[in-house]
């Protein structure tokens, strides 16, 4: 497999054969929750959308729910099987595709989403989009990088790649932060877009 980068977006494309998401993946971010690094990301991704946005969202690609439960009028939607009955008990789950939110959260999901294309054009004008992905300077950062993930990650960005290839779907970016970095993640920047 090789990596597409193209130096005039600032991103680059795997074409990958994903990794099965399951009980055991589940384990690992429930495990990652109890941690103190884990009660600061909740709440530092709560503070960050609440600048901007307090309604109904929903949350793409959920760990083990962590957020979702924390944040009220928050759903989850995941294709981990485990995630989706975590989700079910508690009345929260919400398939991606069926519906419309105002507002969306990807904490460590967007670049595991093979067709961007499909869902963003799909998305109505003043959606709000809130994600927390890895950013890279180039295409040697990725390779040696702890995000370069052949068996998960689709997607690799620059800052300014994330932006145009926001922009391009009609998401403008309204503010960016490094408060995972702050709290001790490596490259893990935040970024709110709206739909225009």
Known sequence: MNLLWDVNKQFGFLDII?????????????QYAKTELGRQLTEGRIAFIDRHYTGKLLDVGV????????????????INKAAIEELKKID??????????????????????????????????????FISIPIFNDMAHVLRSKHFRPDEHYWYFTTQGLIKCMLDYGFICIDIDNFEIRAGREDIWSFAFEKR
Do not use: W
């Open 63 to 78: 760990g083990c729910g962590q957020f979702v439960k924390a944040r009220e009028n928050t759903f989850g939607y995941d």
């Open 18 to 30: 994903p990794r099965e998401y399951d009980e055991e993946y589940f384990k690992k971010y429930e």
């Open 92 to 129: 929260k789950y919400i398939n991606l595709y069926d519906s419309v939110f105002p507002a969306y959260s990807f904490f460590d999901s967007f670049e595991h989403i093979k067709d961007l294309s499909s869902l963003l054009n799909a998305m109505p004008s003043k959606t709000k989009l």
